[in-house]
């Protein structure tokens, strides 16, 4: 249950002979607030991940767990799938080119993680559909989201298409569940907006050494709190991508990548993934430019400066490591079979004649600005259209490239598992 108090209201430090009463600024879902901090006070200061986990994910609490609409127009911040059914619509003639690809299979497991409230499975289920009834009867759609209240809205989304039948019972789960005993899958698995709401870990370096921050509780509010790293993965990882921090620079390490292609790699058989987010190749993401890292609290589609205000109702977010994101991938058993632009992909998938149409079969000529507008967000590289589509695959064949990555840019990263 959320918990009453308003946002911006304070919680004390419980009473104690050693911590007197202070005026506290901590604020956001006070129950939350409380049960972290009573962690931490139990236990010690965590991992900023730790702390991140709770703030998003807290069963009851958690900025993803709530009822109120996070992506959306009238929401927190507006993702691609949301601002307009195009992508969606799009992206379903690359699922299709997978089902062709893979020789047609009977069976063709669609997975979405981050599903959210269905903006891009609608679209694209019914994209499938108008493309090639072959596919769309072979399609089993699998959505992976950790909100119950998304997932209800997702399923209605679906029923008004008459697209539900495509759904399976009991596909609708939450990442962190134990898979479902299941036969590996062939098929496509998305991922948009998905991987930068993995918690991270916060590390420094500081003469010399590598620090983690972590997260205490002070005078009434979380604080940061340097600490030992709290796992010798985190000075591995950056060994292996070759990143040397600057002295002070701090950055985000995020160490869910992993074992999320790890238990990939144990469930489909064959197939594409395609990671779709805001990123950059480690050398640019920790470069010593960035002396501060990219985490980012956001609400009411505003940056906001600080990830402990507001806990539980506000998003938190960093840029995802697409170095880390090819590493873990082929240390699961997959191809990096390229990574383009999401400009460049829409555009490689020809959504300017879905555009076209769209505009043609407009009720007005606001509606018809209104689609033209969405799909030059969706393609500015200032936009969303800068955003990253990394595209990894198990045992696909690399040649010729999905229509997706056309642009001979996009295969650059290319690299057979070795
Ligand atoms: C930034 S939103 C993006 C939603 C949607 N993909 C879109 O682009 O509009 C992230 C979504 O991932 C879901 N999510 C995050 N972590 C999850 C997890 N571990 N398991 C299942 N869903 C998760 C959240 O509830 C949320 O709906």
Redesign the pocket.
Not at 112 to 117: D, F, I, L, Q, V
Not at 144 to 147: D, P, R, T, Y
């Given at each position: 249950m959320r918990s009453e108090s308003q946002p911006g209201g304070a919680l004390p430090d419980p009473p104690s002979p050693e911590t007197p009463i202070a005026p506290a600024p901590a604020s956001g879902d006070l129950d939350l607030v409380a049960t972290i901090r009573d962690e931490i006070l139990r236990d010690g200061p965590i991992t900023f991940a730790r702390f991140m986990q709770r703030a998003?994910?807290e069963p009851g609490h958690g900025y993803?767990?709530a009822p109120e609409e996070?992506?959306?127009r009238t929401g927190d911040?507006l993702?691609?799938?949301?601002a307009h059914w195009l992508f969606g619509r799009t992206i379903a003639r690359q699922v299709s080119e997978c089902w062709e690809r893979l020789g047609r299979p009977r069976s063709f497991a669609v997975r979405?993680?981050?599903?959210?409230?269905g903006?891009?499975a609608a679209p694209m289920l019914a994209g499938i559909r108008e493309e090639s009834a072959g596919a769309f009867a072979a399609t089993r759609y699998e959505p992976?989201?950790?909100?119950a209240h998304?997932l209800a809205e997702l399923r209605a989304a679906l029923e008004q298409e008459r697209l539900d039948d495509r759904l399976s019972p009991g596909d609708l789960?939450?990442?962190?569940?134990p898979p479902e005993p299941q036969a590996g899958f062939t098929g496509v698995v998305?991922?948009?907006?998905?991987v930068?709401?993995?918690p991270v870990h916060r590390v420094e370096r500081r003469e010399g050494r590598l620090v983690e921050v972590g997260v205490a509780w002070r005078d009434g509010r979380f604080v940061d709190e340097p600490m030992p790293p709290s796992t010798p993965e985190l000075e591995a990882y950056l060994e292996r991508a070759a990143v040397q921090l600057a002295e002070g620079q701090r950055t985000e390490i995020n160490l869910?990548i992993r074992p999320w292609f790890a238990q990939l790699a144990e469930e489909m058989t064959r197939g594409w993934v395609f990671v779709?987010d805001y990123g950059l190749p480690a050398a640019e993401l920790h470069s010593a430019r960035r002396r501060q890292g990219t985490l980012k609290a956001i609400a009411r589609q505003q940056v906001l400066a600080d990830p402990y205000a507001d806990v539980g109702r506000q998003?938190l977010?960093a840029h995802v490591d697409l170095t880390a994101l090819e590493l873990a991938a082929r240390d699961a058993g997959f191809d990096a079979v390229g990574r383009t632009t999401q400009g460049r992909f829409l555009v490689a998938l020809d959504l300017g004649s879905l555009l076209l149409e769209a505009q043609r079969r407009a009720s007005s000529v606001n509606e018809a600005l209104e689609t033209r507008s969405a799909a030059m967000w969706l393609l500015d590289p200032r936009r969303t259209g800068g955003f990253a589509v990394s595209v990894f695959g198990r045992d696909v064949p690399l040649e010729p490239p999905l229509r997706g990555l056309a642009d001979p840019t996009a295969r650059a990263t290319c690299r057979r598992r070795p």
């Open positions: 998003l994910y993803y767990v996070r992506p959306g911040f993702t691609s799938p949301e979405e993680y981050g599903a959210g409230s903006a891009l992976i989201e950790a909100n998304r789960r939450a990442a962190e569940r998305l991922a948009n907006e998905f930068d709401a993995m869910g779709i998003d977010t």
